[in-house]
T-cell receptor
Framework: GQNIDQPTEMTATEGAIVQINCTYQTSGFNGLFWYQQHAGEAPTFLSYNVLDGLEEKGRFSSFLSRSKGYSYLLLKELQMKDSASYLCAVLDSNYQLIWGAGTKLIIKP | TAGITQAPTSQILAAGRSMTLRCTQDMRHNAMYWYRQDLGLGLRLIHYSNTAGTTGKGEVPDGYSVSRANTDDFPLTLASAVPSQTSVYFC???????????FGAGTRLSVL
């Protein structure tokens, strides 16, 4: 079966750095997405990786290793507004997104 | 630009009743999707449409139907609702299969 694993919840301090991991086993791979979802709101796109390596976008970076079935999202200089769930999703061989359950990130002052 | 509009925002529905969740996009995207989101689970694909006039089944299609008469609209119908269909429903669209999906604000449905 297809499976996306990410931690259920993480806590970090304002101003710090946090890394959210995602491991996947899917039928085929056509890219990996990270989305942010604030409570009660819609998911919004953060990053996309299809090749191995690091993609940097401001305070957020995303890393992919296809051979290990592994990705992480790195958030720097954490702000209170970063408190949200972070969803990892893999585009499978049918070009359908398979979603992880999400990691709830709690930022403490 | 409105993006994707879903209606209603929330609904309480008696079991056995039918209901249509509406979804309209103004981005002229080819592909549209319906997901449900339940606590502790990832978003699960119900139905999708790669282009107007075509639809396909996702991971959890039973009890749901869709149509795609034009580019902009992608309604989701529950023919006879059951309590297990209590969920938050999100509509999304993208330019194509590999592109970013943009989501509507969601419909919170409770079936009692």
């Amino acid at each position: 079966g297809q499976n996306i694993d990410q931690p259920t919840e993480m806590t970090a301090t304002e101003g710090a750095i946090v890394q959210i991991n995602c491991t996947y086993q899917t039928s085929g791979f056509n890219g990996l997405f990270w989305y942010q979802q604030h409570a009660g709101e819609a998911p919004t796109f953060l990053s996309y990786n299809v090749l191995d390596g690091l993609e940097e976008k401001g305070r957020f970076s995303s890393f992919l290793s296809r051979s290990k079935g592994y990705s992480y999202l790195l958030l720097k200089e954490l702000q209170m507004k970063d408190s949200a769930s972070y969803l990892c999703a893999v585009l499978d061989s049918n070009y359908q997104l398979i979603w992880g359950a999400g990691t709830k990130l709690i930022i403490k002052p | 630009t409105a993006g994707i509009t879903q209606a209603p925002t929330s609904q309480i529905l008696a079991a056995g009743r039918s209901m249509t969740l509406r979804c309209t996009q103004d981005m002229r995207h080819n592909a549209m999707y319906w997901y449900r989101q339940d606590l502790g689970l990832g978003l699960r694909l119900i139905h999708y449409s790669n282009t107007a006039g075509t639809t396909g089944k996702g991971e959890v299609p039973d009890g749901y139907s869709v149509s795609r008469a034009n580019t902009d609209d992608f309604p989701l119908t529950l023919a006879s609702a059951v309590p297990s269909q209590t969920s938050v429903y999100f509509c999304a669209s993208s330019d194509g299969g590999q592109d970013i999906q943009y989501f509507g604000a969601g419909t919170r449905l409770s079936v009692l």
